[in-house]
DNA sequence: CATTAGCACTCGCGCGTTAAGAGTGCTAAC
DNA sequence: GTTAGCACTCTTAACGCGCGAGTGCTAATG
C-alpha cells in the first residue's frame, strides 16, 4: 500500500507531467508549496514508486513520467472531482437550445466536447430500438422511378430512389404501401426486418401479381440495416498535442479513424457509466499510445449511445471525466425531453 | 522563346522532380537516355533557364527545382495526353454501377479520385438549379411536433423537424400544405424562396387565421436556403506527401480544409473546362504553396458542380489532368442519364 | 531513524567542427 | 558549340564537447 507521502508526490508528478509534458524532477516537485519535503526524500520516494511500477524514467537520469499503472491509479483513486459550471453551462446552453432533429444535438456535442477538450471527441448515435415507424410513403417521380420515404414517430426520416421495374404497375405499389402501412404502423424500426419477412411477405403475395420481383426491391428500400452513425468532432485538434511532433504518428492516427466500424465496435461494448481505458488496456494495437474515455446516454428509456474522447494518455483526466459526466447528463436529460415529445 | 533543348531539359527536369521531389542535378539528366548531352552543357543551359525564371535552387550548389512560372509553362506547353485506360474504367464501373441519388454518386467520385491520384479532392455539388419541386408534405408526429417533407422531381428529399404552436391548428395546417402543393408544384426549387415570398404569402393570408405566426415558420421550415455541400476525400492522402513532413503544415492544412465556405468560393468561379492554378496565382494564402486543379461537370442541361483536386505544386499534372477530364466526362455523362430518367 | 545536504555520475541537448558527397560555375581544350 | 576538368559552395551526417537537469548514494543532522 502507498503511503501519504506517495499519494500526494504520485499525484503531483501526474498533475505537472498532464500539464507540461516534461519530465519532472524531484527539485521541481519540492519547490511546489504543497510539498514540505526536500528533493532528497522525493527521490527516495519517486524511486521506490518507480520500483511499485506507478513511474517511469525516459532515460537513465531524467525526470519521471508516470506509467499506465500510474495513470491506471491515479484515475482510480487520486482523482477529486472538479466543478466546470463554465463549461456545463456552455454544454447546457447549446444542448438545450430547442433543437429537433436528434442528429444535429448529437453532432454539436460532438463538436463542444471537442472544443472544450481539444481532444477529439466521438459519439455513437443512440441506436433507434424503440422508435416506431410513423409512415411509409413511395412518391413516384416518373414511370420507372419513385422515391421511398419511412417517417418514425421521432421525426427521423429515411429515405431512397429507386427504379420500379417495368413488371410492377403503379396500383399495385400503392397497395403494397397501404399493407405496409397498415401492418407496421407503430412497430419498432428495429423489428421491421423481421416483420417483412414473416407477416408481410406472406399477405403480400395474395394481392399482388408478380410478387416475386417486387419483394427483392421492398426489402432492400425499406429494410436493409442502417448501421449505428458515429459523429466525430476534432479530428484535428489532437494535432495540438505535443505528443503528436511526429508526422508517422499523425498518419497513423488519422487511417485508424478511417476504420470507423473498429472504433464503433470499441465504443459499443460501453456499459453505464464512465469508463477510462489507458495505452495498452485498449484492444485494438493503433490506440496503445492514447487513452480512450467513454460515458454512455439515455435516449428516452432505454436506448444507449456513447460518447468518448480520445487523446493521449497523458489527458486531462479530471477535467475530462467530470466534463463527460456533465455532457452526458445533459444528453439525457435533453434526450428524455424530446423523446416524451413525441408521445 | 526557349530552344527545342531547353525545352527537352525543362521537361525532363519537371519529371524528374515530380516523381523523386529531390532537386535535380546536370549528371542525373544527362545520364537519361533520351539526353544526348554532357553534364556540363547541360548545366549552361540550366543557368539559363534559372536566369528566365523557369527553375531555381534551393541552395547556391543544390540541383534545379522547378519554379512556379516552370510550373506554369510545363501545364500549358510541355504536357503531353496521357491515356488511363484502366483507371477510367474503374471509375466508370463506379459511377455507373446503377446509383439512384445523387449524393451517393458524387462522394464515390471524390473518394475514387482521391484514391487513384493520392490527393485531396473536393467536388461541389450541383446547384440544383433546375429541379423541380414535386411534392411536399407535412406529417404530424405528436400534438405539438410535425415533420415536414420536401420531394424534388430527381428524388432529393429535404426534411425537417419543427414543433407545432398551440395557435396552430392542424386543419389549418392541412390548408396550408394543399395551397402549397398546388400553387408550387413544378416549380425549380432555387425560386421557392421567392414565389413563397411574392405569391403565396398572400393567399395563405386569405384562407388561414393567425397567419403570421405560421409565416414564419413554414418560411424557416421550407425556404431557407441550403448552402451547396462540399464533398471531400482522401482528406489524409495528403499526409503521404513528402512536402509534408513538418507538422506546422499539416496543421495549417487541416485548419484550411475546416473553413469549407471559403473552399467553396474558389470552385465556384470556375468556368467549363479544365484550369489549373499553381502556388501564389491561388487567391487564398493558406493554398499558396499548393496546386489546385479544378474540372465542371454537368448536371442534366446546364447546371454545373465542379470537382477539384489538392496537392502539392509538385503535382503530377499529366496524369491528374487527363483524369479530371476523364471524370468530369463520366459524370456529366452519367448524371444526363439519370436526369433524364426523371423527366 | 527519518530527513536532508552534498557530491559524483549519467544522459540528453545544443553547438561547433569536420569530412563526404552532390552539384555548380567557370575556364580551357577539343 | 560542346565538353572535360577543377575549384568552389553548400548540405548533411557524424563526432566530440560542455552544460544543465536530474539521479543515486553516502554521510551528516535534528
Redesign the pocket.
Known amino acids: 500500500m502507498l503511503t501519504e507521502r506517495q499519494l500526494l508526490i504520485l499525484q503531483v508528478i501526474i498533475d505537472d507531467f498532464i500539464e507540461t509534458a516534461h ?6 516537485i519540492s519547490k511546489k508549496n504543497n510539498v514540505p ?5 522525493i ?2 520516494e ?2 521506490d514508486l ?1 520500483d511499485l511500477g506507478y513511474l517511469e524514467k525516459t ?6 513520467i508516470p506509467s499506465e499503472k500510474g495513470y491506471r491509479y491515479y484515475v482510480d483513486h487520486l482523482i477529486a472531482p472538479i466543478s466546470l459550471k463554465n463549461d456545463v453551462k456552455i454544454i447546457k446552453n447549446i444542448i438545450q437550445d430547442g433543437f429537433f432533429e436528434l442528429e444535429q444535438v448529437v453532432q454539436m456535442s460532438a463538436e463542444v466536447l471537442s472544443e472544450l477538450t481539444n481532444y477529439t471527441s466521438i459519439i455513437l448515435g443512440p441506436e433507434l430500438l424503440e422508435t416506431k415507424l410513423k409512415q411509409i410513403q413511395i412518391i413516384t417521380l416518373s414511370d420507372h422511378t419513385a422515391v421511398a420515404i419511412l417517417v418514425t414517430n421521432t421525426g427521423h426520416v429515411e429515405h431512397r430512389s429507386f427504379s420500379v421495374p417495368a413488371e410492377i404497375n403503379p396500383s399495385d405499389l400503392e397497395k403494397m404501401v397501404n399493407i405496409l402501412n397498415d401492418r407496421l404502423f407503430g412497430v419498432p424500426i428495429i423489428r421491421l426486418p423481421e416483420m417483412f419477412k414473416t407477416e408481410i411477405a406472406s399477405l403480400m403475395k395474395q394481392y399482388m401479381n408478380d410478387f416475386e420481383k417486387s419483394y427483392d426491391y421492398l426489402q432492400a428500400v425499406f429494410f436493409s440495416e442502417n448501421p449505428v452513425k458515429l459523429y466525430v468532432g476534432g479530428k484535428s485538434n489532437i494535432l495540438m498535442q505535443p505528443e503528436f511532433n511526429d508526422v508517422e504518428k499523425i498518419r497513423s492516427f488519422y487511417s485508424m479513424m478511417e476504420k470507423e466500424d473498429e472504433i464503433a465496435s470499441l465504443l459499443k461494448s460501453s456499459d453505464n457509466g464512465i469508463k477510462v481505458t489507458i495505452g495498452h488496456e485498449n484492444e485494438i494495437d493503433a490506440i496503445k499510445d492514447f487513452s480512450l474515455i467513454t460515458a454512455s446516454y439515455q435516449l428516452g428509456e432505454g436506448q444507449l449511445g456513447t460518447i468518448a474522447l480520445l487523446g493521449p494518455t497523458r489527458m486531462e483526466y479530471r477535467k475530462v471525466i467530470s466534463l463527460l459526466k456533465g455532457l452526458s447528463n445533459e444528453m439525457t436529460d435533453a434526450l428524455y425531453l424530446w423523446y416524451k415529445s413525441y408521445e
Chains 1, 2 share one sequence.
Open positions: 519530465p519532472v524532477g524531484s527539485r521541481a519535503y526536500s528533493a532528497a526524500t527521490r527516495n519517486m524511486a518507480e532515460h537513465s537520469s531524467s525526470g519521471r
